[in-house]
């Protein structure tokens, strides 16, 4: 075999069945290989389209996404996506084709030092030197990228390399090598903490599903008692159905679960990372709390906010160990007064479509497993806010990073990887158009994918900080020069809807629904309608503005 069919065949031996890509010069022989093999690829229109649908793919499926792109131009396609899964954690393997060994170095023909750019925003990058280095190199990859706090890992390999044909002994470096991941920390004082609490809160973000501790989350709620809140990557881990469940915190977040938190005396950090847009404020955020941080990554611990007890380890071991019953009903009961008190109100006076409204309603009657994605901006605060989710693999949408231009291709990934799931694509104006060419792939696999489009003619988020904090001067902001975007969708063969008033909404959700092949719904939204409520940026988590 040559090196391109070497790879082709460690993939195939890592259980990969799905791989998306665009081929290129530099990656030909390593597509020639795969016209042969048993490895399935799906054609992207767009390298960056083709490592979010590989993001949205592992986000769906808790397996590793593997793309490909050639060298050059294709390979610095990928570098958002790559910064993308490292500030989400999400376990991808990149491999990219690249000139020959002769050539490096000699501003060749779509010659890019990859492996130079690619260190910022990867967890680990390889350049092959040899055909030997190959099954070794796919192995360790695979280990790296979904071992501990999972990884973008990319391998740049020479296109002289692929051709090679010399004879190899292929070395297995990693299947026996086990990733050990002991408690450390100490548990008995974790515990006496919570025992002396009477005002815990967990804290909970993303590093929940990327452990598969959902189920253990939920049983150490269910006999601990203690109030939650969420990330905007924890939503969908603890069960939303719970009466002192306070959903998303933060700069958009509910104002109960901020409020909760700010009065708190016990803040347990449970996979999540005190993220700038979580706290506000730093040194005012839980002012009165002790900290109890679990985390898989060291690294986390006191970056941030100093913990009184750290844990690094398995969330599931570790939730295990700290399970104890708290007599905390008297903080429970006011939990649940603040959460009466600044529910959600959909009560609005005239017909035009309100999105939470919409997006609350899509929510109710959507599939109680389907899978939702988003795009970035106030249509993904919204959906966040107002939408419910019973597990974290069913809202996918662009956290650390904020990528316009995530939704179409994420949701690609994920209707792939659960072909029998319903996905819906929350998306709006701005971000659509950065991915539009993904809609060839929806057409090219016949995929049934439903995309919501809320158009407010606007970059709604960027409009509404302008409103707010640059005295209304709207600089760039406008989009009233938007294509018709039913007449988009007809041109790759999507059918659409497009409404105007909220008596419409019913039968358009029912539509959307019943419809079994691709459909976009078109919602023309109010140009102000801003979200609510907003933690202004450099103010502390109980000076939120409301509407």
């Known amino acids: 075999m040559n090196g391109a069919q070497w790879i082709i065949k460690a993939l195939r031996d890592k259980g990969v069945d799905i791989i998306f890509g665009y081929p290129g010069g530099a990656i030909m022989p390593i597509y020639d290989a795969l016209f042969d093999s048993e490895v399935k690829h799906l054609l992207c229109r767009h390298e960056q389209g083709a490592i979010i649908a590989a993001i949205g793919y592992a986000r769906a499926t808790g397996k590793v996404g593997v793309c490909f792109a050639t060298s050059g131009p294709g390979a610095t396609n990928l570098i958002t996506g790559l910064a993308d899964a490292l500030l989400d954690s999400i376990p991808i393997v990149a ?182 847009r979580v706290t506000g404020q730093l040194h005012t955020f839980a ?9 898989i990554d060291p690294a986390e611990f006191g970056k941030l906010r100093l913990a009184h007890v750290s844990l ?88 650390g990073l904020g990528t316009m231009g995530f939704g179409t291709p994420a949701a690609i990934g994920a209707q792939i990887g659960r072909p029998n799931h319903m996905v819906i694509c929350i998306s709006g104006d701005g971000s659509f158009m950065m991915n539009i060419q993904e809609l060839a792939t929806i057409k090219r696999k016949s995929l049934p994918i439903k995309i919501v489009l809320l158009d407010n003619q606007r ?22 020069d938007n294509p018709n975007f039913l007449i988009l969708a007809k041109a790759f063969d999507i059918h659409g809807l497009r409404i105007t008033h909220k008596s419409q909404i019913s039968d358009a959700i029912n539509l959307l629904f019943m419809h079994t092949e691709a459909f976009l719904l078109h919602v023309l939204i109010n140009e102000y309608e801003n979200v609510w409520p907003l933690v202004p940026p450099g103010a502390s988590n109980d000076a939120m503005l409301e509407q």
Request: contains cysteine; neutral net charge.
């Open 287 to 295: 002012p009165q709390a002790k900290v109890i941080h679990l985390d």
């Open 459 to 480: 970059l709604g988020m960027v409009r509404q900080w302008q409103q707010l904090f640059f005295n209304k001067r709207y600089s760039e902001t406008t989009l009233t």
């Open 95 to 276: 491999i990219t084709g690249q000139v020959g060994l002769e050539f490096i170095g000699t501003d060749a023909f779509q010659e890019v030092d990859v492996l130079g750019l690619s260190l910022a925003c990867t967890k680990h990058s390889f350049l092959v030197h040899s055909l030997h280095m190959i099954p070794g190199i796919i192995d360790e990859a695979f280990y790296i990228a979904s071992k501990g706090r999972p990884g973008p890992v990319l391998i740049d390999i020479p296109k002289d390399i692929q051709l090679s044909t010399e004879k190899i002994i292929p070395k297995n470096y990693i299947n026996n090598k086990k990733h050990v991941c002991s408690i450390k920390g100490d548990i008995e004082k974790a515990r006496v903490l919570m025992l002396k609490s009477y005002q815990p809160i967990l804290y909970i973000g993303g590093g929940v599903g990327m452990a598969q501790a959902v189920t253990s989350l939920r049983t150490f709620i269910s006999k601990t008692k203690i109030p939650t809140v969420v990330t905007l990557k924890g939503i969908g881990a603890p069960d939303y159905t719970e009466d002192c469940y306070l959903g998303m915190l933060g700069m958009h977040g509910n104002q109960a679960a901020n409020l909760a938190v700010q009065k708190c005396d016990l803040l347990i950090a449970i996979g999540a990372r005190f993220d700038d």
């Open 312 to 399: 690094s380890g398995n969330l599931n071991d570790l939730l295990f160990s700290l399970t104890q019953s708290l007599s905390i009903d008297e903080w429970r009961i006011k939990v649940k007064s603040l959460k009466l008190k600044y529910r959600w109100s959909y009560q609005s006076t005239d017909d035009k479509i309100c999105a939470p409204d919409l997006l609350r309603a899509i929510s109710e009657n959507a599939p109680y497993d389907a899978i939702v994605t988003t795009d970035v901006g106030q249509h993904q605060m919204w959906a966040a806010q107002h939408m419910q989710f019973n597990r974290p693999e069913n809202f996918i949408t662009s956290g």
